[in-house]
């Protein structure tokens, strides 16, 4: 047992392994983790084939290098720095909007202390809630196409200078009339803040997210757009099929029911923890507070 232990440590040693520490392995896994999400990230948008064609130039430079091609070479050295800004140009949406994903992240909040103390009744009231599940039920039966954006911890000012102002108190009435066909403001989407509608026939910028069905529409598209770049809930309306969606952080839930529909308004409420145990109380029929 000892000539074996003897054996496999001296072999070790002509490989001339280098010690690892904790740190190294944590290092290991971030770093691990970071690739996995660029690749992610590229696979998910437009970058992956551009990250393609630049494998094809780097594969015809190696055949170059192994063959000798000083010239090519040469020319390739010249280029270099010039294809760095290039990129940075041509990736300029891409490294943006991952910036802003980044900055979007819900454990900043919670580490830094950048938003300010959330008011106690919540974003909006349980009344506007039930409005919206009115409205887009009622607009769903009849085929009308809606789009309307909440928002949440991000401003969405850039996208109420694109519309009309309004400045109303949501309401499933006002939301269907908006929306109704062949009037003013039907076309692009709603922007509410808080218990108030603050804009109409705003412009959304469009996903280029490649996994998004090709049946979707230009729509479905904005709603995704917008949810890529802000913290907002997007509820979409389809007028082809009158089926509600959901665009958060990105991810589209299609064809969603009542229920999920007011779980993920309650989510986006934020409503404190003490209230939600009081209404949890009240709907079991106990009298008393928590």
Known sequence: MAKLVEFVRSTFEKFNMPSISWTDVIEIIVIA???YKILIWFKKTRAWSLMKGIFVIGAFLLIAEVLEMNTILWIAGKLFTIMATVLVVVFQPELRKALESLGNRDFLSKVLPFETAKVSEGRFSDRTINELIR????????KTGALIVIEQNNSLA????????IDGVVSSQ???NIFEHNTPLHDGAVVVRGDRVTAATCYL???DNLSLSKELGTRHRAGVGISEITDSLTIIVSEETGRISLAYEGELIRNVDNDTFRKRLELVQNKPEAE???ILFRKKGVKHEA
């Open 33 to 35: 983790y970071l690739v």
């Open 135 to 142: 409205a887009c039920n009622d607009m769903a039966r009849v």
């Open 158 to 165: 850039d996208i109420e200078r694109t519309g009309i102002a």
């Open 174 to 176: 006002l939301l269907i």
């Open 205 to 207: 910028p469009l996903s």
């Open 276 to 278: 939600k145990k009081r």
